[in-house]
Every structure is written in C-alpha cells, then in structure tokens.
C-alpha cells in the first residue's frame, strides 16, 4: 500500500539530514497504522524543529520507481529506496524503517494488476522469459522481489531486543497464547535432510587479496557458460558456495510423506520463500511436485501450456485452469482432490477457505510459523480447524537442528511461561549484505551435469561445486568490516547488560568456520575481562538459552543474518505474543541510525480483518520504540536539547501506554490501532506538559494534554463509530482521501493534532 500523498510531507534540505527523521512507506497493517501515528510525529516533532521525509519503500512503489517510462507525471515517484541507500552510508542518517513486503511472484503479480487496474502502464511480470525484451523485464523486476529493501538500507549490524518497559510490563501481564504441550505422545518433529543439502555442500574461503571474480558453469562435455560477472570481492572477505542436490531433495520429501502419513501426523513446510527469493521458490516447487504427483504427471501437458508454476504453489494451479476448457479444469481439480486420501493431511493456513500448506509459497514464511507451532504446543490447523501435532519440514540443516531442538526441550519440560522466562536479545550480522543466502543474483539453477565455479581474475577457481542438472547452487559473501564491526557491538552488549553472549557458530559448516577464526581474531581487540562470552553450535546454543530462559536469566544471541531472522521472530513470539512488540537499532558503519519497527509477519491478516470489520489490530508499539532512539539520535548529532526532552517523556508514554493496557484489541468494536495512538498521544502530551527540563514545551503541551483529555470520551465513541462495517481503501496502492478518513475518523482529535 502506498497510503499519504508524498508532496505535503517530504522534506528536501539535505543541510537538515541531522534533525530529520526519514520515516518508510511501506505495506499493509504497518503502512495503515501510519496514517494514524504520522501526525502525532509531526506536530510533536516540529515543535522540536524535527522534520519528517517520507520515503516510499513500498511494494507498489518500488514497482512504480522501476518502470516510470510510460507512466504519466503525476504517477511516477523517485527511486527512494536508492535514495535510502545512499544516506544509509552517511553519518546524517536517521531513518525509521517498518515492516515491508519480501514480496513472493505472486504477491508481485497481486501488485501488478492492481496497479494496472488503476490506469499504471506497468508491463506483466514474465514467468518464463523467452524473449530478450521479456529476460530484460524479468531483471528489472528481480529488485522488487523478495528481500529487495533489506541488503539496501542496512549498512550496519542490528541489536534487537525487547525495550526494558515492554519485558517489564510482559512479565506482570503475561500474554494468554501460549497452548500446553501434551504431557506425552507428541507426534511433533523438525524433519531435516541428513546429506546433500546447503550444509553439508558448503565449501567457504577468506580472500587473501581483493580481486573480481565470476560464477560460470562448466559442463560435463567441457563447455562453459558465465552465470555471473563481475563480482567485486574485497581483502579478508568470506566467500561461500553450496549447492541442494533436488535428486536428494525429492526423495527427501518423498520419505517423509510416506513417514508422516503413517504417524497420522499433519504435514507441513516451512520455508523462506520471500528473503531468500531464489532458492526457496524453488525448493516449494519441488515439495508441490513430489507431494501432487500424480495429478501433475497425468495432466503435466495441459498444466504446462496454461503457465501453471509448482513452485507458485497449488493455488497458482487452480488459478490457470480457469485457461482450459471447463470439462477439462473440473477433470483436474478432482484428480488434485484425490491426492489428500493419499497423501498425509496437510497443516491448513485457513480451513474455512481450504487454503493449505503448499497453497502459495508466502503463506507460511519460517521464522513466522515455527515460533507458533512451539507456542500453539507443536501444533498446527488440520482441515476441521482442531489443532493437531505436525511434521514441519526444513529440509536444509543449516538451521533446522535449533527447532527440533525447542521442540524437544517443550515434550520434555512443558510450555514457556511468560511470566518468568527470560530473554534472548540478538546481535545481527547483517551490514553490506552480509549472507543473503538465495536471494540474490548468485543463485542458480545448475543447467546441465558438471561443475559451477567461483572463478578469480586469474582464472583460479576460489570454489567449486558439483552439480547435476536442476539442481540449486548458492554463493554469497560476508564483508570483513561487517564482521569486525558485529563482533564489537557483541562485546559492548555483553558488558552494557552483564548477560553471556554466544556466538551461534558450528565449525562443522564451511561458512561458519571461516567465520569463527574472524570472531576469535577480533575479540582480542577487546577487553572481555570479566564478560561471558561462547560460541557454540546452533544446536547447543539453543539448548543453552533455553535452559536459562526457564530460570528467568538473559542470554545475548550473536548470530549470521538468517538466524538473526528466526531468532528475532521466535524469542519475542512467545516472550511478548508478538515480535512487532521488539525494539531493533542498527548502528549504521558510518555514523548514522537505522531503527527498525518489528516484524511484520502477521500484516496481511491484519488488514483482512480491517478491511472486513473496520478493526486494525496491529500494535504501533514497535513504532513507538523505535521513534525513541531516533530523536536521541537527532538530540547527539545535532545538539538539540528539546529532542531528548522529546524523548525522555516518549518513553514515559509508553510506560504509561502498557501500564494502563491500551494495546489494541484482537475484537471489533474494542479499542484498535488508532485508539492506541490516541492514547500514546494523550500520554506523550502529559509527559511534556509536566515535565521541567524546557519551559517552552511545557507551556505548547499543557493545553495539548488538558484538550486530549477532556474530551477522551468524545474522541473514543468518535473511533469506536468507525468501526464494524466493511472498509474501502484500495489495495496496494489505495485512495490516499479514503485510506486518511479511514485511518482519522476523530475529527475532534485531528483538531487538536493538527493545531500543534
């Protein structure tokens, strides 16, 4: 979803980048709540002479930015996703960055028509790219999915954790949704494959010397093909390569239907097919392929010359029978149908609509549904909406073992109580795109038998990988500064907080082992007298963590960027009920600030239920966090004394916001989103009206603060009137005038904020 008109909100004086907030537009629940709360930034920061630029990272907007040639002047908007980027690198950075879409094909292809549907003369996303036009499209497209936002913005390592309030306020008011785990029977495991996987190809190296380097494919009769040009490697950086061999891989699958379908278990996957655009697709088609095989082998000529795509999940089947003669559609959706009374049932994403597993690939992203399984009690949604205990399939080892580990420690110990568990915080490897694994241009399908090789300036091959035809080849790198700059941050944590911190490293794994001689090298630039500090394999560093949160202690996660993912949904999930509740800073290389809002994995429901009800749920708590060390930000560079009072008495509010429990309801016609924000308001107002530090803001804010709350009630029946019918606000790329009444339907509150 776009959302605000940009024009009335962006601020353009780049001399004023050190008192400037640039706040994402992003999508969905996230992209709505900002509506709301956008205001209450402005009028209270520009009475601070804090400005707010608005940068349009949204999925509709990256595909505006990228194909404005035929779009008329009023449609096109800047490339601010570069733009970001760019400052990113600069010590004036300040940026504020919500939750955006990783968006899957088919998410791009919802986007496309909508746009399309609106008068945008943005061209089909090509599926298979057969002429030179439709290859060259297919590229440009390639920066707008998946984790296109991400390796962009963040040029710096990320230390995320819940605020010292929002644990606080968790442990005296525990969350209810946590399910027990059976006492015994539990038919729940993490399926993994035990060879020929991304682990245990991983083949790594450090690099002596910068050079450039390409990725070419040397056939079995001798023939080459260069994937890859080009790639820049710099001194001391990790190069990796690894390859899933789908031979293994289906069989993989294969066995474990067979397996789970005589446990009388449910079967699910779980994937990251949004982040790591490339691989994972690809990996869910072949689970697709191998679980509906007999429906796809005995109509694969029909299906193939609809466009029908496995790896965009059975949905995308269903979708383009609407192509074939209806005789034809309804012969293979019964044969589709047929396959459920062979095959072990399938964890159900929405009963009621029989959306399954294997449905569309984005439904069920990893680091989102594993922390639910735990919390559900190792279980997932069977076809009856009962729960009912699962096989969750992560067929790569690399990180699958730290599940299966969580879900044993809960068969053997029982759930986690909110109550009294600590807390696992993390520090993220992630600057200058540090393992993006399967998700960018160095990712593959091996075109024949032979070999892919990463190949120096010197024609040395760095690494080389067997393939088979079909297989998936992945190469990434990791930047020395990143590492040497992850492995500060860690140490400052473990001495800020007095809790142990653990590398989650296994020595076993290529990668990894180049990595922890960097880790051992680099903690002895620092004084860790006294600091706990281990590095441990994931498996046992979960064990280790667990065993400690069950007795109320800290532990500090050091981790690689994909663990840093799943680690950061997890913990929070079933710490806090919601990982949106997290406060993330990304110390940026260069100086600058990059304050990330949570996750967003729960967005699109959100916005089913608003856009059905009239009720946003989601909690801007995460927005709130994260305004807070934005304005010290400003307050450290610039000197502005009136923005640390503006932060001082946020953090105040929000202690008062969770006290008082004004977090939005899950129930329509119950407090939501935009009476949290009214909230927040009321209570930031009362903080400055009362405090002493600065006269000036104390004098703006007191009739502030005696308006908000003399007419608390009037503006309370104002919101709860606009809730409860059906809402109309476009899609993607909504109509700004309906999406703002919607979003501000208080016109007795939008007064007094807007005359601030």
């Known amino acids: 979803m776009i959302g605000w008109r940009l024009s009335e909100l962006e601020s ?18 996230p992209a709505l709540a900002s509506y709301s709360f956008l205001p209450v930034v402005r009028g209270f920061g520009h009475s601070c002479g804090v400005e707010v630029e608005i940068k349009d990272i949204s999925l509709a907007g990256r595909i505006i930015a990228n194909f404005p040639e035929k779009l008329i002047e009023e449609q096109r908007i800047g490339d601010h996703l570069t733009e970001l980027g760019e400052l990113a690198k600069t010590d004036g950075a300040n940026i504020v960055k919500l939750p955006n879409i990783s968006a899957s094909i088919p998410q791009l292809q919802a986007a496309i028509k909508e746009l399309q549907g609106q008068g945008y003369d943005v061209p089909d996303y090509p599926e298979e790219a057969n002429t030179p036009e439709e290859k060259k499209i297919q590229e440009r497209y390639a920066v707008v999915l998946g984790s296109a936002v991400n390796p962009v913005l963040r040029e710096g390592n990320s230390d995320r954790r819940a605020a010292a309030a929002v644990k606080k306020f968790a442990k005296r008011h525990p969350h209810k949704m946590m399910k027990p785990w059976p006492e015994s029977g539990s038919k729940t495991r993490v399926a993994s494959m035990d060879d020929k996987d991304f682990f245990a190809s991983e083949k790594s190296v450090t690099l002596p010397a910068a050079t450039t380097a390409k990725i070419e494919f040397v056939g079995a009769d001798g023939d080459k093909e260069v994937l890859k040009e080009e790639i820049a490697l710099q001194e001391g ?13 289906r069989e993989f699958f294969e066995k474990e239907m067979e397996r789970t379908k005589d446990e009388g278990a449910l079967l699910s996957l779980h994937l990251k097919a949004t982040m790591m655009k490339v691989s994972d697709p690809i990996i869910f088609g072949h689970c697709v392929s191998v679980f509906y095989k007999d429906a796809l082998a005995k109509h694969g000529e029909a299906l193939k010359e609809v466009g029908a795509s496995v790896n965009n999940g059975v949905a995308d089947i269903y ?3 609407e192509k074939l003669p209806a005789e034809k559609a309804e012969e ?37 549904s594993m922390p639910v399984v735990v919390r559900d009690g190792g279980k997932m949604w069977n076809r009856n909406d009962e729960r009912a205990d699962t096989v969750a399939m992560i067929p790569d080892r690399s990180y699958a073992t730290m599940y299966q580990r969580i879900i044993e420690d809960c068969q053997e110990n029982g759930q986690f109580d909110p109550a009294t568990m600590g807390s696992v915080s993390n520090v993220g490897l992630m600057a200058k795109k540090a393992e993006e694994y399967g998700s960018h241009d160095k990712t593959f399908v091996a075109p024949g038998d032979g070999a892919i090789n990463v190949v120096d300036a010197d024609g040395e091959v760095l690494l080389s990988q067997t393939v088979e035809a079909g ?17 500060k941050l860690a140490v400052n944590r473990a001495r800020a907080t007095g809790s142990p911190a653990v590398f989650w490293l296994d020595e076993q794994r290529g990668h990894d082992a180049q990595i922890i001689k960097k880790v051992e090298r680099y903690l002895a630039e620092h004084d860790t007298d006294g600091l ?19 007795r109320g202690k800290d532990t500090i996660s050091v981790t690689g960027n994909v663990l840093r993912d799943y680690l950061t949904d997890l913990f929070p999930i079933l710490e806090l009920g919601t990982s949106a509740r997290m406060l993330s800073i990304v110390p940026l290389l260069e100086g600058g600030g990059l304050f990330e809002t949570g996750a967003g994995g729960s967005a699109p429901k959100h916005v ?12 801007s708590l995460g927005e709130y966090c994260a305004l807070m060390p934005s304005l010290e930000l ?45 909230y927040l308001a009321m209570y930031w107002a009362e903080a400055l009206a009362g405090q002493e530090k600065d006269e000036d803001l104390r004098a703006k804010f007191g009739p502030v603060a005696k308006a908000l709350g003399e007419n608390e009630a009037k503006i309370n029946d104002e919101l709860l009137a606009a809730q409860g019918e059906a809402v109309d606000i476009g899609g993607y790329h909504p109509d700004v005038e309906k999406t703002a009444k919607a979003m501000r339907p208080s016109e007795t509150l939008n007064a007094i904020i807007d005359a601030i």
């Open 608 to 619: 089913q239920q608003f856009l059905r009800e009239g009720h946003l749920r989601w909690d």
């Open 532 to 550: 706990e500090i281990k590095i441990m394999r994931p498996v046992d560093a979960m064990a280790y963590s667990l065993e400690r949160i069950r």
């Open 12 to 29: 353009r004086d780049i001399r004023m980048a050190t008192k400037r907030i640039s706040w994402t537009k992003v999508d969905e629940a």
């Open 319 to 321: 979708a383009k029978l």
């Open 237 to 249: 950086e990790v190069l990796d390569s690894s390859v899933m061999n789908v031979k293994a891989l």
């Open 332 to 368: 293979i959706r019964k044969d589709i149908e047929a396959v459920y009374e062979e095959r072990p049932e399938l964890a159900m994403v929405d009963s009621y609509k029989g959306i399954t597993n294997l449905h569309v690939p984005s439904n069920v992203i990893i680091d989102a």
């Open 634 to 678: 400003i307050a450290e560079k610039s000197g502005n004394a009136k923005a640390k009072v503006l932060a001082e008495t946020l953090d105040a509010a929000i202690s008062k916001y969770l006290e008082n429990g004004r977090a939005p309801s899950r129930k329509v016609n119950e407090i939501d989103n935009r009476g949290s924000c009214f």
């Open 471 to 487: 297989d998936i080849f992945r190469a990434c790198q990791t930047k020395d500064v990143a590492v040497r700059d992850w492995v």
